[in-house]
């Protein structure tokens, strides 16, 4: 069966109009939570020794998986210039850095301490909750493979024993 692109392009903005109050985020209320402070102690060395991990190891893989949304974007799809879908982008990016903004690295900027963005990324990963199934349809391979969940689990795994442990292992 041959889809044109016409289809294709109907189905992303059918997608898109149907979904604008379906987040990812179940429809949490961004402008009521406040990024909560971390009730253990984080010594700013050990979150630089996490973040310098997340660089090397993880930003590459987000970077083509993640960042688009939840990141620096500065090379937005041509379809970001049809006329209803620039504005649904765009909420959707500015939710996405609502709740976990991965712009500057490690720690996140969003509502959720390090250790909750970890725990929230490991779900993630074990649900393949992201990226949502309408950015799916424009971004075939934009899911984690096998091999880089493997990855980013045991980047998330060894960040949270830091944690937990106060960077003593």
Do not use: R
Not at 6 to 24: K, P, R
Not at 106 to 113: E, L, Q, R
Request: charged share 25%; glycine share 6%; net charge neutral.
């Amino acid at each position: 069966m041959i889809i044109s692109k016409q289809t294709l392009y109907m189905a992303f903005a059918m997608s898109c109009f149907i979904n604008l109050n379906a987040s990812a985020h179940k429809g949490e209320d961004h402008s009521k939570l406040k990024k909560a402070p971390d009730s253990s102690v984080t010594s700013e060395k050990l979150l630089e020794e996490i973040n310098e991990s997340y660089t090397s190891k993880i930003k590459p893989i987000f970077k083509s998986k993640c960042l688009d949304c939840h990141g620096s974007n500065n090379h937005m799809p041509w379809y970001h210039s049809l006329p209803g879908v620039k504005q649904m982008m765009n909420h959707d990016i500015e939710e996405a850095k609502e709740h976990m903004d991965m712009t500057k690295g490690f720690p996140f900027a969003g509502h959720g301490t390090p250790k909750e963005d970890l725990e929230a990324l490991k779900e993630t990963v074990k649900l393949s909750s992201m990226p949502p199934w309408q950015y799916k349809l424009m971004h075939w391979d934009s899911g984690l493979t096998s091999e880089e969940k493997k990855i980013v689990n045991q980047w998330i795994n060894e960040s949270l024993n830091k944690l937990s442990n106060g960077g003593n292992k």
